[in-house]
């Protein structure tokens, strides 16, 4: 029900920003929690941000809390992540998803997942 296509991505150096946007498609965008993976080659898909279903609730991993910001435009069905003070550790690619679980911080409980866009940080 739930179509996800991120873009936004790049290759930057340690300390710049970024900012990823996630389009939905469909008119029940407001009626997902909202939440930003990441995952690099041989390891587990990881948990960074998330948001409810207004984007007044937001949470976040401890790795880039003060650092990202997740915000959502219910009105242009997006779901936006700020990411700034960009470290080498950051580069993975990012996927947006989509679930009825506020506050999720696992992939297993999201339901719909968009094919992820590459951020890549250079030191």
């Known amino acids: 029900q739930l179509e996800l296509v991120e873009s936004g991505g790049g290759l930057v150096q340690a300390g710049d920003s970024l900012n990823l946007s996630c389009t939905a498609s469909?008119?029940?965008?407001?009626?997902?929690?909202m939440g930003w993976f990441r995952q690099t080659p041989g390891k587990e898909r990881e948990f960074v941000a998330g948001s409810g279903y207004s984007g007044a609730i937001t949470y976040y991993a401890d790795s880039v809390k003060g650092r990202f910001t997740i915000s959502r435009d219910n009105a242009k069905n997006t779901v936006s992540l700020q990411m700034n003070s960009l470290k080498s550790e950051d580069t993975a690619v990012y996927y947006c998803?989509?679930?009825?679980?506020?506050?999720?911080?696992?992939?297993?409980?999201?339901?719909?997942w968009g094919q992820g866009t590459q951020v890549t940080v250079s030191s």
């Open positions: 469909g008119r029940t965008f407001s009626s997902y929690a």
């Open positions: 998803a989509g679930g009825a679980i506020v506050g999720a911080r696992t992939p297993q409980v999201y339901d719909f």
